[in-house]
């Protein structure tokens, strides 16, 4: 039985090879030190398939492009070795030497390539050769999101560094000075202060002043936006909160003397309850999407998972369009209200398809009471004598 981390001995076409018993147990989904029989290490050989020949170049690339991505561990270099066939017992050690300069095989003139250290291994300087404009563009890139509340963005920022270390290090910083509008912005959300907004409207196609406390920013696909609770002159809360996209914030003035009530100062948020694919899942956790509170996840069938938890209302617009694009991928149970809103967005795109019916924007109505599924999806109409189960269009009348 192999030692722990020692060589796997198998006969490959005649021969006796060595084969990396670490890597081996990686493939297979073994613990450090298990122990692994001829038939894992025959089925590891035969699912990695190598060239005799030259086998040290395609490894030699296979490390070079893992560490272009960033820093890595002996155990993700060996999976990148394994992209180009099985991996020998020495083949790791051999080829961080060569990289590292500190073997004579080293071709003459080749720098170090690599530092190695206990942790792990990184090049020794960025691997893409971008000329001034190139780094420019990508630290400017990087500016752009690295404020940017979203974890895609976020991603995004880490793995520009991983990729070019010390793009947030260069002398020529293009991140634009925020503008004084947001800057007072932030601190209002901080403080949970009323302000006074100019704000230009797309839908209004005008621009009009809100008296609005800034509670959080949410990210709403490449727009980040400030849910606001909307206060009167004395800090009450006026009605239900709003969103603004933070590009169209043209000014932001101080209301000195007014303080927002508790009501004021808290999110709207109400319940939901949606069922999604569960790669559609996967998406919304990444990405934070419907910036859902104590959300709970149950598998509830195969492949389905049913999200639980509260949501801003603010974001009742982005959340409907947001089930509308998914539609066969997701259902909501709750609340009734966007229940409604997806069902009756659906059917008005099925009607300007099917009849060429006239345009009709259908807009939730927060906090609209429905008895049940059947009166949320039917409305005024006869319902059903049993609710659909899911959120299609009814049956086209004869």
Not at 60 to 74: D, K, M, V
Not at 126 to 154: C, K, N, S, Y
Not at 218 to 233: E, M
């Amino acid at each position: 039985m192999p030692r722990r981390d020692a060589a796997a001995r198998i006969t490959v076409e005649g021969r006796e090879v060595q084969v990396d018993a670490a890597d081996v147990r990686d493939w297979r989904g073994l613990e450090p030190g298990a122990p692994l029989d001829a038939e894992d290490v025959r089925a590891y050989v035969t699912a990695h398939p190598r060239e005799a020949a030259q086998r040290a170049l395609p490894q030699r690339l296979a490390l070079l492009r893992r560490l272009a991505a960033g820093p890595a561990t002996r155990v993700e270099l060996r999976r990148a070795l394994r992209t180009v066939g099985w991996v020998g017992a020495a083949d790791l050690d051999n080829r961080l030497r060569e990289l590292s300069g500190s073997t004579t095989r080293t071709a003459p003139g080749l720098r170090p390539q690599v530092v190695i250290t206990a942790e792990q291994v990184r090049l020794a300087e960025p691997f893409p050769d971008l000329d001034a404009d190139g780094h420019r563009a990508l630290a400017f890139a990087r500016a752009l999101l690295v404020d940017t509340p979203d974890p895609m963005a976020q991603r995004a920022v880490a793995a520009l560094d991983g990729l070019l270390p010390d793009l947030a290090r260069r002398s020529v910083d293009p991140t634009p000075a925020p503008s004084p509008a947001r800057l007072r912005l932030d601190v209002a959300r901080e403080r949970a202060e009323p302000v006074e907004v100019r704000y230009r409207s797309v839908n209004r196609n005008q621009t009009h002043d809100l008296r609005v406390v800034p509670l959080r920013y949410a990210s709403a696909g490449a727009t980040v936006k400030a849910l606001c609770a909307p206060v009167d002159a004395d800090g009450e809360r006026a009605r239900q909160d709003v969103q603004l996209a933070l590009e169209r914030v043209l000014e932001v003035r101080p209301l000195p003397g007014v303080e927002p009530s508790q009501d004021a100062r808290t999110l709207q948020r109400t319940r939901i309850v949606l069922d999604v694919d569960a790669v559609l899942h996967e998406i919304m956790a990444e990405r934070d999407l419907f910036d859902v509170a104590e959300a709970t996840a149950v598998e509830v069938d195969h492949d389905v998972v049913r999200v639980t938890g509260w949501f801003p209302v603010a974001l009742a617009w982005d959340v409907m369009e947001q089930l509308c694009a998914w539609a066969g991928v997701a259902q909501a149970h709750e609340p009734l209200w966007l229940v409604r809103a997806v069902a009756q967005r659906l059917r008005a795109g099925l009607a300007v398809v099917e009849t060429a019916a006239p345009f009709q924007v259908v807009k939730p109505q927060v906090g609209a009471q429905h008895g049940s599924l059947a009166e949320a999806l039917h409305g005024d109409d006869d319902a059903p004598a049993q609710a659909p189960r899911k959120l299609s269009p009814p049956p086209q009348r004869r």
